[in-house]
T-cell receptor, first 115, second 116 residues
Framework: KAGVTQTPRYLIKTRGQQVTLSCSPISGHRSVSWYQQTPGQGLQFLFEYFSETQRNKGNFPGRFSGRQFSNSRSEMNVSTLELGDSALYLCASSQSRDVAPNEQFFGPGTRLTVL | AQTVTQSQPEMSVQEAETVTLSCTYD???????LFWYKQPPSRQMILVIRQEAYKQQNATENRFSVNFQKAAKSFSLKISDSQLGDAAMYFC?????????????FGPGTSLSVIP
């Protein structure tokens, strides 16, 4: 079974631009979560989608948004990029809350650099 | 709010020796899962071991085992017969079954070095 894939793997943008990151979960997984990883803040939860609905959102500004498609693929968008948005963005998929222990499987991440 | 603390930013161990990584957490929930994830230099996050809070028996996966103390809210990871490939950042993580079910809360991580 193929793992979680994320595209692109690396991205360089300038301040003020917007960016869209993509995540394809493991086949059969319906839940997709996004995390931001930085040296200073560590791993921080962004949001989680299940069946095209956002179920939970972390403490991030409205510039960070996401969506999930009917095939469970997910995208996250960051508008008006700031230097502090430079980070590794990790996507994780899991089956569903009804399947214990509902562990998450992570993708390789997208490294975003904002200049 | 739930929090996860890892008090050891860095640890080192000699190859073939045993090392224990510490993790404590704070929660008011009674049902939850705890995880240890490994993130090698490739940055791919890999699940090492998981523990269900309702299980008293400590989880074990080959050379990896945990010491789960629910009352003390402690969840340490023991790596036996350490190998060079164990060198990585290790994250302790918490996932509640109710209020925080939809997100995993990670600790700040412990960087483990393995000395040949």
């Amino acid at each position: 079974k193929a793992g979680v894939t994320q595209t692109p793997r690396y991205l360089i943008k300038t301040r003020g631009q917007q960016v869209t990151l993509s995540c394809s979960p493991i086949s059969g997984h319906r839940s997709v979560s996004w995390y931001q990883q930085t040296p200073g803040q560590g791993l921080q939860f962004l949001f989680e989608y299940f069946s095209e609905t956002q179920r939970n959102k972390g403490n991030f500004p409205g510039r960070f948004s996401g969506r999930q498609f009917s095939n469970s693929r997910s995208e996250m968008n960051v508008s008006t990029l700031e230097l502090g948005d430079s980070a590794l963005y990790l996507c994780a998929s899991s089956q569903s809350r009804d399947v214990a222990p509902n562990e998450q499987f992570f993708g390789p991440g997208t490294r975003l650099t904002v200049l | 709010a739930q929090t996860v603390t890892q008090s050891q930013p860095e640890m080192s161990v000699q190859e073939a020796e045993t090392v224990t990584l510490s993790c404590t957490y704070d929660t008011s929930e009674s049902d939850y899962y705890l995880f240890w994830y490994k993130q090698p230099p490739s940055r791919q996050m890999i699940l090492v071991i998981r523990q269900e809070a309702y299980k008293q028996q400590n989880a074990t996966e080959n050379r990896f085992s945990v010491n789960f103390q629910k009352a003390a809210k402690s969840f340490s990871l023991k790596i036996s017969d350490s190998q060079l490939g164990d060198a990585a950042m290790y994250f302790c993580a918490y996932r509640g079954l109710k209020t925080s079910y939809d997100k995993v809360i990670f600790g700040p991580g412990t960087s483990l070095s393995v000395i040949p």
